[in-house]
């Protein structure tokens, strides 16, 4: 099999980029190892600057039909200390909230709308097991299916694969890891009538507690040393009910539902980037090339990013079957600043979370955080950071098949005037380019 595109996993940004490659008419196939995307406790959050880009796309009106919680600020209690940490209701965007939706509703919609293009191929239960290679160059992949192994041949294989990428395994690519002090114990709870409507964060005890309205319930994230899960287990389950009920007393009538660690899953948090996201034939975006911490649920939202920013440079070329290799560095350049400045501050939010682990009794409020966060705007500023973040991108409008028609008649008109000019008058065209060549690659960007 061959295709313009082989893009490999079906998450937010594999998705993201089928859609706006198929979108400009580019042949794109996407793989994904698992039969269907629910998988739980992934990431829910979809931020302004995603919306922004639904809209661009004329998917917003449908996208917000779907069942979704909107959250329009953080906050926190702090040893008891109530601060609102983020604030979005003032964003320079069409939706000042950030939508909770599960991950799967969230990639359903674009495999929907990705099919009405002639050229989106998503094949699922395809498992890439290696890349494969012709002069030194990745050509494609080989994958595991249900009826056996398939070999998948492409201009520009696209690794979405996540933080255990096999595509910049495979390539060697080396990756800058980041030590992080914390992991995440994800896990719901039933939500009452009279529980917080809006994100929080709960900080006591040496542990933090976070808080995701999901309508019914909560999706519950506990924050904890890194590599402690273990010790936690031992103590036993009645133990790890007594640590919910005792940073958050308002559970405490619920904690009786988590009755098997199976509830329980572990997220090992890491922060790490590659120092090269691209060899020849192969690009890396999402978290395969730079995999975030879960805080602020940024994550998803640069991994979507990353996606329009390389269907902007990359549609029109691959259409064209034109070499893409000299745009992949470009590509790298512009979007690892905003993965570098996500990924500083999530540094030092985690140094902050270690400082919490050293003390398991009562915190005591820190007089430099209360002065923080009655600095006047200070709740906007980091709405704005982890609601549009830095660098954000925006989609290119892709010219239908009429209007790319329309613009080739117009330089074959202008061909055949240039021609009839130097056939009548003698006059010689000296760029190295002809006229046609030259306005056809301005028009199409």
Known sequence: METKCCIVGGGPAGMMLGFLLARAG???????????????????TVHPSTLEVLFELGLLEDFLKLTHQQVTSVGGL??????????????????KFVALMPQWDFLNFLSSRARKFAGFDLRMQH?????????????????????????????????????????????GLQVQDFGVPIDV????????????????????????????????????????????????????????RQTIGRIAPYLNDRVHELHDWEQIKLLSVQINRLRRWYGPGLLCIGD???????????????????????????????????????LLGR????????????????????????????????????????????????????GRVVGIGVRPEHVVRARSSWQRAAIHAEAAAIGVCVALNRLLCGTHVTNRE?????LVRSLNG
Not at 360 to 379: C, E, F, M, R, S
Not at 434 to 438: G, I, L, N, V
């Open 26 to 44: 580019v042949a794109v196939t996407v793989l994904e190892k698992h039969a269907d995307f629910f998988r739980d406790f992934r990431g829910d």
């Open 78 to 95: 702090v040893g008891g200390y109530r601060i609102e940490a983020a604030n979005f209701s003032h964003l320079p965007t069409r939706c």
């Open 127 to 171: 498992e890439v097991t290696g890349l494969l290679r012709e002069g030194g160059r990745v050509t494609g992949v080989e994958a595991r299916t249900p009826q056996g192994s398939v070999g998948i041949r492409a201009d520009l294989v696209v690794g979405c694969d996540g933080r255990h990428a096999v595509t910049r395994d495979a390539e």
């Open 185 to 240: 114990l994800w896990f719901r709870i039933s939500r009452r009538e009279g529980d917080p409507e809006q994100v929080l964060g709960n900080v006591n005890y040496g542990k933090a507690l976070i808080l995701i309205n999901r309508g019914d319930y909560f999706q519950a994230g506990l924050i904890v040393r890194k590599g402690s899960f273990d010790d936690i287990r031992k103590q036993g389950l009645e133990t790890f």
């Open 288 to 326: 395969a090339a730079h995999a975030m911490s879960p805080a602020g649920g940024v994550g998803i939202n640069l991994a979507i990013q990353d996606a329009v920013a390389a269907a902007n440079l990359l549609a029109v070329p691959l259409r064209e079957g034109r070499p893409v290799e000299a």
């Open 331 to 382: 590509l790298q350049k512009r979007r690892e600043f905003p993965a570098r400045v996500t990924q500083q501050v999530q540094v030092a939010a985690h140094n902050g979370f270690a400082r919490v682990f050293r003390n398991d009794g009562p915190l005591k409020v820190p007089w430099q955080l209360k002065a923080v966060t009655h600095i006047p705007g200070i709740q906007r500023v980091i």
């Open 434 to 438: 002809s006229p046609r060549r030259e």
